[in-house]
Every structure is written in structure tokens, then in C-alpha cells.
């Protein structure tokens, strides 16, 4: 009966490298918001020369937008890496982000949700630019879909900070 148990721990222990595929994945996606990014900087360089300071404001916010996702992914794909699959061996790279290996999921957590609230308060600047192409009920929805995540936010936090107490 020992030899099935640890047989059945062995084989739950190992599965964590199904995970390993999704944070790859990742990875791949990564690549192609690099295109998504490219296909920005590209569209907003006449912009810059030709366009209002109105519409060379929402090209830089794209730019961030993008960068914001790009950041969030690799933060998401290091710490999930590490969390749930296996540590990743580059301690003495001289590169190596500081709160790589000290991010927990509690506060992977408060990463995520913080990144989707800065991305969430981009995209309703980028709106507040251009008001005149939105009826007021859709900036009405802009404003209560940022404040839900900004109030998720701060409630992750309390339950955060709650728990550990």
C-alpha cells in the first residue's frame, strides 16, 4: 500500500509539468505583442509630425499599453513558473530581477490586479481624449469598469492583508 501511495504522490508531485506548456505559451504570446507593439511604433511615428498633441498623447498611452500587458506577462509567466512549476536556475545572472523568487502567489496576485488597474486607467485617459467619439454612457461604462477594478484592488489588498494577520 506505501508503494501505491508514493507511486499516486509521485505522479500528482509531477504533473505541475503540465503547467509548463501554458507558461511557454506565454512566452509565444509574448513574441507577438512585440508585433502588436511594432505595428504600433510604426503607425504612431507620423503622428508625431503631423498629428494634434491630442492624438500624439494617445499614441505614447498605446505604447504603454502595450508595454504594461508585456510587463504583466513576463511577471505572470516568472512567477508562475516558479510558484507552481519549478525554480528557475539563474541566480547569479547579474540580470536577474530582484523579486524574481520572491514573488508568492499572494503576491502575484496583487501584481496582476495592480497592472490591470493601471492598464484600466490608460485605456479611460485614452477615452477622456477623445470624448467627443463616445456618448456619455459609454464613458459611463469606461469609468465603472475602472472603478470595479480599482475596488477589487483595494479589496484583494485588505483580504491580502487580513490573511496574514
Keep these: 500500500m506505501k508503494k501505491a501511495e508514493h507511486f499516486l504522490e509521485s505522479f500528482m508531485f509531477n504533473s505541475r509539468w503540465l503547467l509548463a506548456p501554458f507558461y511557454l505559451g506565454l512566452v509565444l504570446a509574448l513574441a507577438l505583442l512585440l508585433v502588436k507593439f511594432a505595428k504600433e511604433f510604426i503607425k504612431f511615428v507620423p503622428v ?7 492624438d ?11 508595454v504594461m500587458i508585456a510587463n504583466l506577462m513576463i511577471i505572470i509567466v516568472f512567477a508562475g513558473y516558479e510558484n507552481f512549476v519549478s525554480k ?31 492598464i484600466s486607467g490608460i485605456e479611460l485617459l485614452k477615452a477622456f481624449m477623445h ?31 487580513l490573511s496574514h494577520k
Design 48 to 54: 508625431v509630425f503631423t498629428g494634434e498633441p491630442a
Design 56 to 66: 500624439v498623447i494617445i499614441g505614447v498611452l498605446s505604447l504603454i499599453d502595450v
Design 88 to 118: 528557475i536556475g539563474v541566480n547569479d545572472h547579474e540580470d536577474k530581477p530582484e523579486w524574481m523568487g520572491h514573488v508568492g502567489f499572494s503576491d502575484l496576485k496583487m501584481k496582476i490586479i495592480g497592472s490591470i488597474v493601471a
Design 131 to 161: 470624448t467627443e467619439a463616445m456618448s456619455n454612457e459609454q464613458l459611463a461604462w469606461k469609468i465603472g469598469l475602472h472603478m470595479t477594478f480599482v475596488v477589487s484592488g483595494v479589496l484583494f489588498a485588505v483580504m491580502d492583508r
